[in-house]
């Protein structure tokens, strides 16, 4: 017969299997465009470290934010929505980003959309690694008429793999993220924090304060001038608790240029008023940003155009 002697004097307790002291890992954050990967990640850091738009392809890099709790650090890598569509070599390297960024991590967040499971968010899935586990968010809850619909679509998200959790969530109103996140916890690996306590992301400051001009193009223009711009720091100066930064918005053509700057300049005026605020936000201390628009034809047209403005 088998089974387990008492435990008493001279015959220890087997020590049970202990947590380890400290976890940390890096998790990748995939899905489809505009499913609300960027909302997550910055949730789920308590910080805006990855700029959202309602539009898609918002998230053109890999961008790393931070996340730390009693005895462990997420490393959350959001990535570009994987893009089915459209072929340009723009979206060739933000697939190849979300193919690099899941090459290396722990562990693996799926975002869907909790009303619908599309052909689109089913070819994300086909390019996860079968040997790490997958914890699925379905997010935008709070936008659900009816959540009886939530059961059927759990079922039908696990029938398609075996998942390591399914969490129902709403990024944008908090709701369910600490579940989302004890369950992420548990599948990193032990080890001691990669990054210090006070840091969010491994973007620098240049980085941010283009994106944070970025996000406000996409929030606040028409379908066309969002994805005909980039935007390159030429200067950035650091004094004090102050920063004087320099930017410049490119575009294709003249007649985008004409519609980012408005009438009298005010479109870009109020473009810049709030990306500052964000930078204000992010960085602490005063920013004084000055933007020029200029026209580059062509910038997202060829490899080494787009390598030189940092894809
Ligand atoms: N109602 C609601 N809206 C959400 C939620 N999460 C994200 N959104 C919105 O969905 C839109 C897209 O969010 P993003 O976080 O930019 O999505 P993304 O997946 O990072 O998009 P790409 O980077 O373009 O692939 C934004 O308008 C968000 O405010 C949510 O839980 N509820
Ligand atoms: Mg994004």
């Not at 087997?14 to 910055?42: D, E, F, I, Q």
């Not at 959001?78 to 459209?86: L, M």
């Amino acid at each position: 017969m088998t089974g387990a002697a008492a435990a008493g004097p001279g015959n220890p307790e087997p020590a049970a299997p202990t947590a380890p002291a400290h976890r940390c890992g890096h998790v990748a954050v995939v899905g489809r465009p505009s499913v609300g990967k960027s909302t997550l990640v910055n949730a789920l850091v308590g910080e805006r470290v990855s700029i959202t738009s309602k539009k898609p392809q918002t998230t053109r890099h890999r961008i790393v934010g931070i996340a730390n709790a009693p005895g462990q650090q997420a490393i959350y890598v959001d990535t570009p929505g994987f893009q089915t569509r459209h072929a340009s070599p723009l979206n060739a390297r933000m697939n190849r980003a979300v193919r690099e960024a899941l090459a290396d991590v722990d562990a693996i967040v799926w975002v869907v959309d909790a009303a619908r499971l599309t052909a689109a968010d089913r070819q994300v899935l086909a390019l996860l690694p079968e040997d790490r586990p997958v914890v699925v968010a379905l997010n935008k809850i709070d936008l659900l008429p009816d959540k009886s619909a939530l059961l059927a679509r759990l079922a039908e998200i696990a029938a398609l793999r075996a998942f390591a959790a399914l969490v129902p969530v709403s990024a944008e109103k908090g709701v369910q993220l600490d579940h989302l996140a004890r369950e992420i916890a548990l599948r990193l690996p032990a080890g001691p924090p990669l990054y210090g306590p006070d840091e969010l992301t491994d973007r620098d400051e240049r980085f941010m304060a283009a994106e944070f001009l970025r996000e406000q193009i996409f929030r606040r223009l028409g379908d066309e001038v969002p994805y005909a711009t980039t935007v390159g720091i030429e200067s950035f100066e650091h004094a004090g608790t102050s920063r004087r930064i320099g930017a410049v918005v490119w575009v294709d053509k003249p007649g985008q240029r004409a519609i980012l700057l408005g009438r009298e300049g005010e479109t870009m005026k109020a473009i810049a008023t709030e990306a500052r605020k964000s930078m204000r936000r992010l960085f602490g201390g005063s920013v004084h940003l000055d933007v020029w628009v200029r026209v580059k034809k062509g910038w997202a047209d060829d490899d080494a155009s787009l390598a030189r403005l940092g894809y």
